[in-house]
């Protein structure tokens, strides 16, 4: 088992205790034997084991045995040049790949909370509602912003007006967002900026309350004073989420993230503490990447 | 290039002379204010009455003189003494239009109620559920040649499927003797439908049977114009929705088929007009030349077997009285009028359909932008 010394700076929450956790591995964690990138500290709230993932039914993998687990309650940030896979790694989490026909993990697991997510009984549905995600280009619903943060929980089925009023209210704070639109709740989703309008999708997404978040290149398309808020609004979430970020911004993969995760041509070069990472990466590759020699 | 251009204005051209044709011809009809003699604004009686004969003849005067039947019964009940020569009967050509524009806009209705049930369907479906493959190509290559089929073929494929088909019921209080393949009885106590029969003797020439016609019709075109706005919801509305844990079923409610409305109301609003339009469909399945009465007036029984009747009943449709009053009756300055009035009030109201589809377009792209 790998040990790092911890970046204090990134870790508001949980501090120094994460030094003595680190020496008493957690029940959730596998063991080095089989998992070549463990987690560095903490307790282990995505486990990725072996995967290889393929959009062609198996012909060519997109994904090669990946394994590293991401830790809970941390914001771990996925980098890499593009096609590398990250983004289908992402999306892996949340089964969103179901949505291509053809796509199938080939080999190994990942469990969410311990739990195998590709295993049968696991309903898609159920799953999604616990790991939500945050997309590249935001896209709330053409509704009025009342609706849009409203929607998860209304197709859950909740009816009761005074819950999602609560709910709407609770969600748009997390999310930095009530002080803006406290007053025209009713007004369309689309008159916000792109910046309130990725924080909408924040703050839809939370609103079903899922334990873990997952942020596809969220800032790549926002100016940098509203990528700056996102920054804040993911400091801040990382209290109550575990959020895993894509992201091709490596100032921002540094200023965000407790770990960093570097993949090349579907692979996991190198996973580490992220002061590691972008100070004194283990793997050359990583280091030429980061230094912007390639990708 | 200027050849090119040349072709284009001219095609333009022979619209903008076919439409003040019509207009020049029936524009007085609708509105006598406009024509040589001058008259009332509107000729209310174009627009409220039945269809009928056109009675032609020569008063004592020796003028001549023209009116609808039922008009020239009461003439001459008035003036039982008048001297009446050279009387000339017309079919279809005297009275007003009503009854042709009531059918097809019941017509009208009952297509486009089913082809928007079963096409919207079908859309989603092939769009949504279906495993892209090659089955599912075939199947989008069939519905679009369907397209191509001439209406001729679809109106008797409708005479033979739901006019003639045995085994499609009607509620009657009277079973047909020679076309009922077998009636089931009800008792008197059972609700709504105590008291009558359920006949398997098919449609008949029917305005369900017309309706149903019209809507396998146009069909193809509003699965194709359904699925074109089922694609251009964005992506974004789909994963959003599906991320935040709605199924399959609910993501299509919630986040795709209301975004696909406007696409799928223009599109519907389009196929009125062709369906409106359209004479040989309904032809052999649900047109008839004259009626005495608009469908409602002329169905009896009570409930059920009322509805059963209004359905299974013939109507007059617009695009079918055209053809009759046009190719049936010889043009005399006495028919001339119902002639050009019908083409001119028909035109109209598919220039209503087709504005009133650019003004939806137009109305929701201002509302819902992304």
């Known amino acids: 088992m790998v040990t790092t010394p911890l970046s204090e700076k990134n870790d508001p929450m949980t501090g120094s205790n994460n030094t003595s956790e680190a020496d008493s591995p957690k029940p959730g964690q596998t ?16 486990e990725i084991d072996d995967v290889s993932f393929s959009y062609d039914a198996g012909e060519t993998n997109v994904l090669q045995n990946i394994s590293f687990n991401i830790p809970k309650g941390k914001v771990t940030a996925l980098i890499g040049p593009s096609g590398c896979g990250k983004s289908t790694l992402l999306r892996c989490m949340n089964r969103m790949n179901d949505l291509v026909d053809t796509s199938k993990v080939t080999s190994g697991q990942i469990r969410i909370m311990g739990q195998d997510i590709n295993a049968h009984q696991v309903d898609p549905i159920e799953l999604r509602k616990k790991v939500g995600m945050v997309f590249q280009k935001y896209n709330p619903f053409p509704k009025s912003i009342y609706e849009n943060v409203a929607y998860g929980l209304k197709i859950q089925g909740v009816k009761n007006k005074s819950q999602l009023d609560e709910a709407v209210e609770k969600s748009l704070q997390r999310a930095a967002l009530w002080k803006e639109v406290k007053d025209r709740l009713n007004s369309s989703a689309l008159s916000l900026s792109g910046g309130q309008q990725q924080r909408l999708c924040i703050a839809r997404t939370i609103a079903v309350s899922p334990s873990v978040l997952l942020m596809d290149e969220p800032c790549s398309a926002l100016d940098p004073i509203a990528t700056a808020r996102i920054e804040e609004l993911i400091a801040e979430l990382q209290e109550e989420f575990t959020i895993v970020i894509v992201t091709h911004n490596m100032q921002q993969a540094t200023r965000v993230s407790d770990r960093t995760a570097f993949f090349y041509l579907g692979e996991l070069i190198e996973y580490d503490v992220t002061t590691k990472i972008f100070s004194n990466p283990s793997v050359p590759q990583t280091e030429e990447y980061i230094t912007g020699r390639f990708g | 290039m200027t050849l090119m251009a040349i072709l284009t204005y001219a095609v333009i051209a022979c619209a903008v002379f076919i439409f003040f044709d019509i207009a020049r011809k029936g524009l007085p009809v609708l509105m006598p204010v406009f024509s040589e003699k001058g008259g009332e ?14 009675v032609e003849f020569k008063d004592e005067n020796g003028e001549e003189q023209s009116m609808p039947s039922s008009d020239f019964i009461e003439f001459s009940k008035a003036n039982p003494d008048a001297v009446v020569t050279d009387k000339k009967a017309n079919a279809y050509s005297g009275g007003g239009i009503v009854g042709p524009l009531v059918g097809t806009a019941l017509l009208v209705i009952v297509c486009m109620a089913a082809a928007l049930v079963v096409g919207i369907g079908a859309a989603v479906y ?6 892209q493959g090659k089955f599912v190509g075939m199947v989008r290559l069939a519905i679009m040649n369907l397209a191509g089929v001439p209406s001729i073929v679809f109106g008797l494929f409708g005479f033979a499927f739901f006019c003639l088909f045995p085994l499609l019921p009607v509620f009657t209080t009277v079973p047909s003797e020679d076309r009922s393949l077998a009636a089931i009885p009800f008792a008197e106590w059972i609700p709504f439908f105590g008291g009558g029969y359920m006949s398997f003797e098919g449609w008949g020439n029917s305005l369900v049977a017309g309706g149903l016609t019209l809507a396998v019709m146009v069909l193809p075109v509003i699965i194709a114009s359904c699925e074109e706005a089922l694609k251009a919801i964005p992506k974004g509305f789909r994963e959003a929705s599906l991320a935040l844990g709605a199924t399959k079923w609910q993501c299509i409610r919630t986040a795709v088929l209301p975004y696909a409305t ?29 009626k005495a009465k608009l469908s409602w007036s002329a169905a009896d029984g009570e409930g059920v077997y009322w509805l059963s009747n209004f359905l299974t009943d013939s109507v007059q449709a617009m695009p079918y009285h055209i053809y009759t009053v046009a190719a049936r009756i010889p043009r005399t300055d006495a028919t001339a009028a119902m002639q050009d009035g019908s083409v001119f009030v028909f035109m109209l109201l598919v220039m209503f359909f087709a504005s009133f589809s650019i003004y939806l377009r137009i109305q929701y792209r201002k509302k819902l932008k992304w």
Do not use: C, K, Q, W
């Open chain 1, 31 to 46: 063991t080095a034997t089989s998992n070549p990138n463990p987690v560095p500290h903490g307790e282990a709230m995505i």
């Open chain 2, 41 to 54: 604004v509107l000729n209310t009686d174009f627009l409220t009455r039945m269809p009928e004969t056109l």
């Open chain 2, 126 to 131: 092939l769009n949504e559920y279906a495993n």
């Open chain 2, 262 to 290: 406007p696409g799928i109301l223009t599109a519907s609003v389009l196929g009125v007009t062709r369906v409106a339009g359209e004479t040989a469909p309904i032809m052999f399945t649900a047109a008839v030349a004259l």
